[in-house]
């Protein structure tokens, strides 16, 4: 259920609340009872963790190929000039 944030025009309060997007709009102030209690915009709060759906979906295309280092690159070569 998403959380709306809430502020009161008159009094200068603001809170958060749980609702449902079908819940119909809160009007009236908890803290003063004025009709003037209005839904904030705000940004939503929500993170990406893991190899979930933005891993496999949404990059687009695949991971560019890694070139195979040369067979002397790691300073192990018998027959180094």
């Known amino acids: ?11 200068g309060s603001q809170k958060e609340h749980m609702q449902k997007m079908s819940d119909p709009l809160l009007t009236t102030c908890p803290e003063c009872g004025k009709e003037t209690y209005a839904k904030m915009l705000s940004a939503a709060g929500f993170q990406l963790k893991g190899s979930g759906w933005y891993q496999s979906d949404f990059k687009g295309g695949s991971k560019p190929k890694e070139e ?3 067979p002397c690159a790691g300073g192990g070569c018998c027959c180094a000039n």
Do not use: F, L
């Open 1 to 11: 259920m998403p959380i709306y944030e809430y502020r009161c025009s008159s009094c």
């Open 68 to 70: 195979a280092a040369p």
